[in-house]
Every structure is written in structure tokens, then in C-alpha cells.
């Protein structure tokens, strides 16, 4: 396996450090890089169209406003210069349906954006493996609804929308963009459900990423000459020789080799037990906990938080051991697991 050494010297005095990294270390760097990458990009760019879109909606409505208030001030002044002459109902008609199409025109627009940007986010959350979010501002609109059918109630307070629970067939999500009418409230509710979906998408992606580090995964030893000597199952007991189940995976090296931690997590126990020896015990929660046995130095404590790929002690043959070895275990709410199942390749 290929291994990558980084030398720090300071500057003047001082000794030099070094770095030494494996594939799987930066296999696995390099994919939650570009996954926090992907994510701050995706979050910055569904920001700043919300904002944008938040902002021409608002633009629009106050020229809409405008506009009223310009012709209610034109009708009035013709009123009172002619008061005898009657106002022109056709060309007032005309000039309010070439307003109102104006209106709905830039509505749907809006609404033709937000449906690119929903689909955008169900691509993202497809793409992560992350739960459908399905609600929009709209499917508390019934399918069946008409104008003239009759409905009432408090204004109720804005936020976040409710379905009603007499509504018996909310529309589907995507109906905000095919209403032919839809109104500026609804775009409005709909832009801030559609922010609430992507923070809610920020926070899914940043709890995937977590559970991943907090997984078991790779090699707790990596030197290079690392064999499996006795493999979790049934075995013959190396001073009985009575069968016995062994609950872990014994991985050979010289002695003194640093032992890392395969996953996240924080150290629970760090100290001598029977039969182990020196061992480190570390929870990574969801149940999954990892043992470190027989070692011969101990370099972590208990409560100790630890990421994936810290040392927490060097290979020895402490406790109940025919030799230099480590004894590791991977068990998931108490019961013992494979080891194996978590390695990149078993061998």
C-alpha cells in the first residue's frame, strides 16, 4: 500500500515532524472534501436565488402598486374635470385586463423558477441518498376548489403553512406552477418553504456526513507487513485448544506498530482488563463501539473525543497473547460483529 510522508521543519531550532499518510486516509479525505465542497456550493447558490427571486417579486408587486395608485388618481381627476361625461368602461376594461395579464405573466415567471429550483433540490437529495421533501405552499389548496365555492375563516398568521385536516385531496407539489393564477401570498409562502427545505437539506447532508466518519471503516493497523492471524468464528484456543468463539480479528505486526482508530467517536475506556490487557474501548454512537486490545502503550483517556485515524496506542501482546498482536473488535449495540465487514478489503 502506498504511503505519503509530509516533513514540517520549523524555522531556526526545533525538530522536524512528520506526517505519514496511506491511501485509505486520503481516499477519504479527499471524498469528504468534495462532499462539503458540493454542499457549501449548493447552499450558496440556492441562496443567493432565493434572494434574487425574493427580491424581483417584491419589486414587482410595488410597480403593481404603483400602477393601481396612478390610475385611481387618472379616473378621479377625469371625474372631477368632466363630471357630466361618463368614463370610458371599455377602455378602462381594457386597460385592467392588460394589467392584470401583465401581473399573472411575472407570477408565473416567478413560479416557472421556483419549479426549476425544486427540482434542483429533489436532484441533490436523490444524489446524497437523503429523504423527499414533498411539501409546497400549495398542497393545502384543494384539487376540486373553485371561486365561487364558499370559504371563511380568522386570517390565521403567517410562517410556515398547516394542512387543514378537513381537506380531503391536497394537491400534489407541483401544482403552484401550473395555477394559472397564482397568487403573490402563495409564491411568497411557497420561496420561504422552499428555504426551510434547503436548510433542512443542509442539515440531512451534514448528519450523513457525520454518520459516515462515525462508522467503522479501514485498517486499525497499517504497517506494511500487518497478516490476520486468527479471524472472528469459532476456533481452536491458542492455550486450551478447546473450541471457543473468538469475537474479534487478530492482526499481526511488529511490536510498537501505532494503532488507530477506525471511526469517530469518544473513548469510553482506557486502561487494563482481564485477558485484554491494555485496551481502548471507543463509542461512536448508534450503538457502535470499537475495542483495541492487547496493546503495548496505552496514548488516549477516557472521554476523550477521537476522529477516524487517530493514534490511540502501539501494538503489544499485553493481557492473555501468544504475541505481538492486536486484538480488535467492532460490536453494534453489544453484540460482537465480523471486523472483516468493515474493512476496505478483507484478507
Known amino acids: 500500500m502506498k504511503r505519503w510522508t509530509v516533513m514540517l521543519v520549523p524555522e531556526g531550532l526545533g525538530s522536524t515532524r512528520t506526517l505519514s499518510l496511506g491511501s485509505p486516509q486520503l481516499w477519504i479525505l479527499g471524498v469528504s472534501s468534495v462532499v462539503l465542497f458540493l454542499l457549501l456550493a449548493t447552499f450558496l447558490f440556492a441562496t443567493a436565488f432565493f434572494y434574487r427571486t425574493h427580491v424581483t417579486a417584491q419589486r414587482h408587486i410595488r410597480d403593481l402598486q404603483r400602477i393601481n395608485r396612478e390610475l385611481a388618481q387618472e379616473q378621479a381627476a377625469v371625474r372631477e374635470e368632466r363630471p357630466e361625461q361618463a368614463v370610458d368602461e371599455k377602455a378602462l376594461a381594457e386597460f385592467e385586463r392588460r394589467i392584470r395579464e401583465e401581473y399573472e405573466a411575472g407570477n408565473r415567471a416567478i413560479a416557472a423558477e421556483l419549479s426549476r429550483l425544486r427540482d434542483e433540490e429533489e436532484e441533490i437529495r436523490k444524489l446524497y441518498g437523503l429523504s423527499p421533501r414533498a411539501n409546497s405552499a400549495a398542497e393545502w389548496v384543494t384539487a376540486d376548489a373553485r371561486d365561487e365555492d364558499g370559504r371563511g375563516g380568522p386570517p390565521g398568521r403567517g410562517g410556515a403553512v398547516a394542512q387543514a385536516a378537513s381537506d380531503p385531496e391536497p394537491r400534489p ?99 487494563w482488563e482481564n485477558y485484554y490487557g491494555h485496551t481502548v474501548r471507543i463509542s461512536h454512537g448508534n450503538g457502535h463501539e470499537t475495542v483495541y486490545a492487547h496493546l503495548s502503550r496505552v496514548l488516549v483517556r477516557a472521554g ?25 473488535e467492532v460490536r453494534v449495540k453489544g453484540a460482537a460483529k465480523d471486523p472483516e465487514e468493515y474493512l476496505p478489503v478483507a484478507r
Open 173 to 271: 407539489p407541483h401544482v403552484i406552477y401550473g395555477l394559472a393564477r397564482p397568487s403573490a401570498d402563495l409564491i411568497l409562502e411557497e420561496i420561504r418553504v422552499r428555504i426551510e427545505s434547503l436548510r433542512e437539506l443542509r442539515d440531512d447532508t451534514l448528519a450523513a456526513q457525520d454518520k459516515v466518519a462515525r462508522t467503522p471503516s479501514g485498517w486499525p493497523v497499517r504497517h506494511a507487513k500487518r497478516r490476520i492471524t486468527s479471524r472472528h468464528g469459532y476456533r481452536k484456543d491458542p492455550f486450551t485448544y478447546a473450541v471457543r468463539h473468538h469475537e474479534g480479528l487478530d492482526i499481526a505486526a511488529p511490536y510498537g506498530s501505532p494503532v488507530y482508530a477506525t471511526a469517530r467517536g469518544v473513548v469510553i475506556s482506557a486502561g
Open 304 to 328: 476523550q473525543e477521537i476522529n477516524r485515524g487517530d493514534e490511540v496506542g502501539r501494538l503489544g501482546s499485553t493481557g492473555r497473547s501468544t504475541g505481538p498482536h492486536l486484538h480488535y
